[in-house]
């Protein structure tokens, strides 16, 4: 009799609230700038129902809640009812395939310029202060400071966001609290210099992303809701004296919240991991504090992501460019399989194809 394998700890099942993953593999929200003028294309059926499996969890690219959450050329949006439309049939093919389909909302506030805002007026921001003109090539705008009479009507754009993309058929929303863009410009001290009621205390810093978390859930119900956290990066000059501290108090004001899963970008973002097999341990803190479901992303391959689910580090792992390159990444993981190289080249060009639905599949004829 063949010995009984060890169940892959990545392709066991999980139960995320009231959808029932087939395995912890996570699609993680992924920019590809191929959504001509805001409107979510064909072309993205084809892409993202290349990457679902029957009970997979897939997040959808961040997606602009309103006409000045813009910085990125040909980034979808979700404020009009053209845009409302279009993702209709991608999340039609995706549910097709058996998967669960979530959208990642996000505002970029200061990472813009003045061609992406309406008008060419000043983007948004926590603050007056603006990126580093020049950094990664881009000549950024100086953002306008939010007045404290302006942010109820900022979050009520990401409520009714969340509302549009339920009405689109998405089975939640991620709030996008990371990578630098405006929800992280409030939460982190070394941008947020406010002096009212959103800057200085981390109370105060945290106040604009749990308003947005709290309009959302009450909006579409918590049980639908994640949000993205990134507390250890430092992208777009977003940065934070007490990272720590940042993650656990968010954390745990937002068990009060009772969202369904909390997504967090572990600390060695672009640090060349993937080298050595160890999960890291920075985010433990924050794992045990959160009482729903606790994503890991970042610098996983299939081992450290069987790790951390082993070692109870993370209840599902989202994987960006090795499922961006793998559009059966799933199945490989299973037979570990090896996989396609990612292209940088292609990653943000606007072809429907090239780069984006040509990754090849598997040949697995001669298997069967
Ligand atoms: C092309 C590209 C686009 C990305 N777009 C987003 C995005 O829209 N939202 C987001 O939160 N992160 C985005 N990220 C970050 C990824 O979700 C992920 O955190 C990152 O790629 C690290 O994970 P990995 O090592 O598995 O690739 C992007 C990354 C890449 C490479």
Request: charged share 25%; with cysteine.
């Amino acid at each position: 009799m063949a010995a009984k394998k060890d169940p892959i700890p990545l392709l066991t099942p999980y139960k995320m609230g009231e959808f029932d993953l087939s395995h912890r593999i996570v699609l993680a929200p992924l920019t590809r700038g191929r959504s001509y003028n805001n409107v979510p294309q064909p072309h993205a059926a084809v892409y993202y129902s290349q990457r679902a499996t029957e009970g997979g969890l897939l997040i959808a690219e961040a997606t602009g809640v309103s006409d000045t959450s813009q910085g990125y050329r040909d980034t979808p949006g979700i404020w009009t009812k053209e845009q409302v439309e279009a993702w209709k049939p991608i999340v039609d093919a995706v549910h097709q395939k058996g998967a669960i389909f979530f959208l990642q909302m996000w505002h970029v506030g200061r990472v813009s310029t003045y061609g992406f805002q309406p008008n060419g007026q000043s983007p948004i921001s926590s603050t007056n202060k603006g990126i580093t003109p020049g950094l990664d090539g881009v000549d950024w705008a100086p953002p306008r400071r939010l007045s404290i009479d302006e942010i109820p009507s900022i979050v009520n754009d990401f409520r009714v966001a969340a509302r549009n993309a339920i009405e689109a058929g998405f089975d939640g929303v991620e709030i996008h609290g990371a990578n630098g863009y405006l929800i992280e410009q409030f939460l982190k001290n070394k941008v947020n210099d406010r002096t009212d009621s959103y800057g200085g205390s981390l109370e105060n810093r945290c106040r604009f992303a749990l308003e947005i978390v709290e309009a959302v859930a009450n909006e579409i119900g918590s049980n639908r809701v994640g949000i993205r956290l990134s507390p250890y990066n430092r992208f777009m000059e977003s940065i934070d004296s007490d990272p720590d501290k940042l993650g656990l108090y968010m954390a745990n004001e937002l068990n009060k919240f009772d969202i369904r899963y909390l997504h967090v970008i572990d600390s060695r973002v672009y640090s060349g991991a993937g080298i050595e097999d160890k999960v890291p341990r920075k985010l433990l803190p924050m794992r045990k504090a959160f009482k729903n479901t606790f994503i890991v992303a970042s610098g996983y391959n299939r081992s450290k992501g069987n790790l951390a689910i082993s070692k109870n580090y993370a209840d599902l792992v989202a994987f960006g460019r090795f499922f961006l390159a793998n559009p059966d990444l799933v199945r490989r993981y299973e037979i570990d399989a090896p996989l396609n190289m990612y292209d940088r080249s292609t990653f943000g060009t606007p072809d429907p194809v090239v780069g984006y639905t040509d990754y090849p599949f598997l040949e697995e004829a001669n298997n069967e």
